[in-house]
């Protein structure tokens, strides 16, 4: 039996608040069901672990939700749920995905617009018609018609942390399988891109039906027929929201087949040599390893997370390619919430995790106070909350809290403190939070203008986007890494899964430009620390070394780092 998490069971608990407010439900039961999906989230054991008589007992879940919770554990649903989703069109349900539109103005769209599948209204956008509904108009038809082709195009789509425990899950099948014994992750995954279509895998078999069978005969495999083919196993495994690819090697021919799985075709492609490229060099002759092949196309190796045909072929051409950061490289954890403003643990508990953890130093850095909507903090709690930090320094010596905040940027580019509050921290995450309708010269404008703000050390998620939510703003990325190097202001890559912001794609370039970048899980949470590791996938694939991250600095350099910066 499959196992449901309490991720899932909160999922499906907001996924049915939705529907109901969708439908037109009593308010005070869909705030039931919001509640009960917050408190699971909170919960500190998985709920498939208790016992069913101890489900009620939990408080902020009562007899009836226990039921639902009951059966979404035993079938991954609830009758409630079933009966919402036969009332409700699945395009319908798939508009929830649109960003900045919540079930009300669905509601309209479908009820009184007709609309039942996003391209019915991208065509109702395209035509004018959303502009005539109650409670629209045309810039929010404008601002629709966006939104809905933005989802389109995200359609199929998962984030990495998402899939990446099925892939363990699989490549764990494979390895219980005395007839399977050279295997591998391939392809976008292998490459940790942060976005996954398809989960490919590669297998060596000098049968390949029989290694067919062999998967078919695992409980959560399911074989489409008609996509496989005589040389790939397609289908769908367990619980996984996006297709599963098996692709069979001969065994000679495995780590041939699996570099050129693994690599973009642009890597895969770009000529190494005037008539010698990866390409042609794995069509010689079967290789031992993944290193032959690229010490025979005189290359330097070049790790899978790297193969995006961006810039590392020159430089493993020219034996220049970086050591990357690893996990242990980290010292610190810099931008993180508390109970100061909208996180969930208090800055203590934060702090002591952190330590325990092995990390030298936390930068807490609090939402300011125009984030009203976050508790943001006012002056006065500032003081309140640096104080704490003193004591806490006290207590924890030699680990070390800094005292920083998320001053956001406001329209104009300023930061929302006082120049004496600015000065009071040790540290300044900006970002922007509000506001993100903007073109590409009014954000660029705007990042410029807080970047050169003498106390912003750290540029926060620069594009403010959402993946597979909301785009983010568009920015001149090259101006603002460029006035970043100007100002010896630091890039965050926020290593939230769901922002990793700044994209990959531009952390050579701001190496390049002398920028040093801080990775930033923007925990909100003890257990937000972890996102750290999306963080470090990301940089790796733009190159990033230990000496190029902020954050790999020991208490001692980065103490100094700090006060210089304030000096400056």
């Known amino acids: 039996m499959t196992i449901v998490t309490n991720a899932e069971i909160k999922s499906k608990l907001k996924l049915a608040s939705k529907l109901m407010e969708l439908h037109g439900d009593n308010p005070f039961k869909i705030r039931g069901y919001q509640t009960a999906a917050d408190t699971i989230s909170d919960l500190q054991v998985e709920m498939s672990t208790m016992s069913i008589d101890d489900i009620p007992k939990i408080d902020g879940i009562g007899k009836g939700m226990a039921a639902n919770v009951t059966q979404l554990l035993e079938r991954g649903s609830f009758d409630g749920m079933d009966q919402l989703m036969e009332d409700t069109p699945s395009g319908v349900v798939e508009m929830f995905k649109i960003s900045g539109f919540g079930p009300k103005k669905i509601a309209v769209l479908w009820k009184d617009g007709g609309a039942e599948t996003?391209?019915?209204?991208?065509?109702?956008?395209?035509?004018?018609?959303?502009?005539?509904?109650?409670?629209?108009?045309?810039?929010?038809?404008?601002?629709?018609?966006?939104?809905?082709?933005?989802?389109?195009?995200?359609?199929?789509?998962?984030?990495?942390?998402?899939?990446?425990?099925?892939?363990?899950?699989?490549?764990?099948?494979?390895?219980?399988?005395?007839?399977?014994?050279?295997?591998?992750?391939?392809?976008?995954?292998?490459?940790?891109?942060?976005?996954?279509?398809?989960?490919?895998?590669?297998?060596?078999?000098?049968?390949?039906?029989?290694?067919?069978?062999?998967?078919?005969?695992?409980?959560?495999?399911?074989?489409?027929?008609?996509?496989?083919?005589?040389?790939?196993?397609?289908?769908?495994?367990?619980?996984?929201?996006?297709?599963?690819?098996?692709?069979?090697?001969?065994?000679?021919?495995?780590?041939?087949?699996?570099?050129?799985?693994?690599?973009?075709?642009?890597?895969?492609?770009?000529?190494?040599?005037?008539?010698?490229?990866?390409?042609?060099?794995?069509?010689?002759?079967?290789?031992?390893?993944?290193?032959?092949?690229?010490?025979?196309?005189?290359?330097?190796?070049?790790?899978?997370?790297?193969?995006?045909?961006?810039?590392?072929?020159?430089?493993?051409?020219?034996?220049?390619?970086?050591?990357?950061?690893?996990?242990?490289?980290?010292?610190?954890?810099?931008?993180?919430?508390?109970?100061?403003?909208?996180?969930?643990?208090?800055?203590?508990?934060?702090?002591?995790?952190?330590?325990?953890?092995?990390?030298?130093?936390?930068?807490?850095?609090?939402?300011?106070?125009?984030?009203?909507?976050?508790?943001?903090?006012?002056?006065?709690?500032?003081?309140?909350?640096?104080?704490?930090?003193?004591?806490?320094?006290?207590?924890?010596?030699?680990?070390?809290?800094?005292?920083?905040?998320?001053?956001?940027?406001?329209?104009?580019?300023?930061?929302?403190?006082?120049?004496?509050?600015?000065?009071?921290?040790?540290?300044?995450?900006?970002?922007?939070?509000?506001?993100?309708?903007?073109?590409?010269?009014?954000?660029?404008?705007?990042?410029?203008?807080?970047?050169?703000?003498?106390?912003?050390?750290i540029l926060g998620h620069m594009t403010g986007r959402l993946i597979l939510e909301r785009e983010g703003y568009p920015v001149d990325h090259k101006a603002v890494i460029d006035a970043c190097a100007e100002r010896g202001v630091v890039i965050e890559i926020n290593a939230s899964p769901y922002r990793l912001d700044i994209d990959w794609r531009w952390v050579h370039y701001a190496i390049e430009k002398g920028v040093k970048l801080s990775i930033n899980p923007d925990a909100h949470k003890m257990e937000g620390y972890k996102d750290m590791y999306y963080g470090l996938l990301a940089g790796r694939k733009g190159g990033l070394t230990k000496e190029k991250c902020l954050n790999a600095m020991s208490l001692e350099e980065i103490s100094g780092y700090f006060l210089k910066r304030k000096s400056n």
């Not at 996003?118 to 065509?123: F, N, T, V, W």
């Not at 770009?270 to 002759?285: A, F, G, H, M």
């Not at 006065?380 to 640096?386: A, L």
Request: charged share 25%; aromatic share 10%.
């Open 118 to 457: 996003m391209d019915d209204l991208l065509y109702m956008c395209q035509h004018g018609k959303v502009a005539q509904l109650k409670g629209f108009a045309e810039k929010s038809q404008d601002a629709l018609m966006s939104a809905v082709q933005f989802a389109i195009r995200c359609r199929g789509l998962e984030r990495y942390a998402n899939v990446e425990p099925i892939m363990t899950l699989i490549l764990s099948d494979f390895e219980k399988q005395p007839s399977i014994t050279l295997f591998s992750e391939t392809g976008e995954l292998r490459r940790r891109m942060e976005v996954i279509g398809c989960l490919e895998f590669l297998v060596a078999s000098d049968n390949f039906e029989s290694t067919r069978q062999v998967i078919n005969g695992l409980a959560a495999f399911t074989e489409n027929e008609k996509s496989s083919g005589p040389y790939t196993w397609s289908g769908h495994y367990d619980n996984c929201t996006v297709p599963v690819k098996i692709r069979f090697s001969s065994t000679d021919h495995f780590y041939n087949a699996l570099v050129e799985t693994t690599a973009h075709p642009k890597h895969f492609n770009l000529p190494v040599e005037s008539d010698k490229s990866i390409r042609s060099v794995v069509r010689e002759k079967a290789y031992e390893s993944e290193e032959a092949i690229y010490k025979a196309a005189g290359l330097s190796f070049v790790v899978p997370e790297m193969r995006e045909g961006e810039f590392e072929i020159d430089l493993a051409k020219q034996n220049k390619l970086p050591h990357l950061i690893e996990m242990n490289d980290l010292r610190g954890i810099l931008h993180n919430h508390s109970t100061y403003s909208d996180g969930k643990h208090t800055l203590r508990q934060m702090a002591e995790y952190c330590k325990e953890l092995g990390y030298e130093y936390l930068g807490i850095s609090d939402h300011s106070q125009t984030a009203v909507y976050a508790n943001g903090l006012q002056d006065f709690r500032v003081k309140e909350q640096q104080e704490e930090i003193k004591k806490l320094n006290e207590e924890l010596a030699p680990f070390k809290v800094f005292s920083g905040i998320e001053s956001d940027i406001l329209a104009d580019g300023s930061l929302d403190y006082s120049d004496d509050v600015l000065a009071s921290f040790d540290f300044i995450v900006a970002s922007v939070h509000s506001g993100l309708n903007m073109d590409i010269n009014k954000a660029t404008n705007r990042l410029l203008t807080a970047i050169h703000n003498p106390y912003t050390t």
